[in-house]
């Protein structure tokens, strides 16, 4: 199944979801019959997704010399400019499914024209969204310009092609509220997943950190109790972040909880996945986050690791955190990446002038 395929199931789900509290579905062909409640429809789109990104880590089949050529390319790519492993894989599936649409033409990387190029894109513009056909794009350009400098071919077709533009769009956040009665309802849960999920949101929501990096936590800091946590974030840049006593006091009480498992004293991630010694996927952090959200009766769409991430952003600057010390904390290479939460309240850009603007109260 292809990618275009999954994102139209998601589309029905949501659309079951907003027409129907209660509704009988006869798929076609016996492949499911299912009494759709929200709550039958939230686990559903986990289990969808679930079965995406399974068919979506099987590599796709090309030919050995483009699969070869893209392999040089990648690995070149990791070890001269340390691009992160989401990234890496990310460029790989693009560079994959490039070449398969050329072979289905009957032609090569190598040879390939510029109006070859062009059909591609028609092809493309319809399948993804403005931002994954721009990263595609940067993707083959680089592969291209890479060829070219190992003399694999004469030109980069792609240089002639633009990205696409892409409608600037505001970072979605939890508010106060809905954070945390997220937190209070993994609170009531005192089983071995509750406790990780307590100490899971805590982390994330204390640091601001990336979920990617979220799964590399090792566990020794944690044992000591420090109250700040190196964390080695996109092209293997390390930062400083800062753990709240809330966020330790939940993690200790993981600890505890992870540690009745023999085989966990051995392993040095904070979150284990029990699988071969290694951590939590962020695919299951996802996942189990979807199921806590249905839980605390919060729409499970509104919710995301990377959700939690905004909202710490969000949440710090409405109370009063500059943009530098939150640049350094979110690991943003440019600062123009953390001025985009500014926007999101203006209301608290009209309290900031109110508050420190000298004329502010004069009638």
């Known amino acids: 199944m292809t990618q275009r395929f999954w994102r139209k199931r998601f589309m029905m789900l949501a659309w079951l979801k907003k027409v129907a509290n209660s509704r009988l579905i006869s798929c076609a062909h016996g492949e499911l019959i299912a009494l759709y409640m929200p709550l039958r429809i939230s686990a559903l789109r986990i289990w969808l997704m679930r079965k995406a990104m399974a068919q979506q880590a099987n590599p796709l089949e090309i030919s050995p010399a483009h699969h070869h050529l893209i392999t040089d390319y990648l690995t070149a790519m990791k070890a001269e400019k ?3 492993n989401n990234t890496i ?8 499914q490039f070449a398969v649409a050329l072979e289905a033409r009957k032609q090569s990387i190598i040879t390939v024209s ?3 190029v062009r059909a591609s894109m028609v092809d493309w513009a319809d399948q993804l969204s403005a931002a994954s056909l721009s990263r595609r794009i940067s993707a083959i350009k680089g592969f291209m310009a890479f060829l070219v400098a190992e003399k694999k071919r004469k030109d980069n077709p792609f240089q002639l092609i633009n990205r696409p533009k892409q409608g600037a769009s505001l970072p979605k956040s939890l508010s106060e509220d809905e954070l945390m009665l997220l937190i ?14 307590l100490a899971i949101i805590e982390i994330l ?3 601001g950190c990336r979920v990617s990096e979220l799964c590399q936590l090792e566990v020794s800091p944690f044992r000591h109790r420090r109250k700040t946590l190196i964390i080695t974030g996109k092209g293997k840049k390390e930062r400083m972040v800062a753990l709240t006593e809330t966020a330790l006091q939940a993690a200790t009480a993981w600890i505890e909880q992870r540690d009745q498992v023999p085989a966990n004293l051995t392993l040095r991630w904070l979150f284990p996945s029990g699988r071969q010694g290694k951590p939590i996927s962020r695919q299951k952090i996802y996942t189990l986050l979807q199921e806590l959200a249905i839980k605390a009766g919060i729409d499970p769409d509104k919710i995301s690791p990377h959700v939690l991430r905004h909202s710490f952003a969000t ?10 010390s939150l640049q350094v904390l979110l690991g943003h290479s440019d600062i123009s990446t953390t001025e985009i939460y500014t926007k999101t309240r203006d209301d608290r850009l009209m309290g900031l002038v109110k508050d420190t603007h000298p004329l502010a109260d004069e009638s």
């Open 82 to 84: 340390q691009i992160a």
């Open 89 to 96: 894989a990310a460029y790989q599936s693009d560079l994959e």
């Open 114 to 116: 510029l109006a070859m």
């Open 184 to 197: 209070h309802t993994a609170e009531k849960d005192n089983s071995t997943h509750g406790i990780m999920m």
């Open 205 to 207: 929501y204390a640091t």
């Open 315 to 324: 949440h710090m600057l409405n109370r009063g955190a500059d943009l530098r």
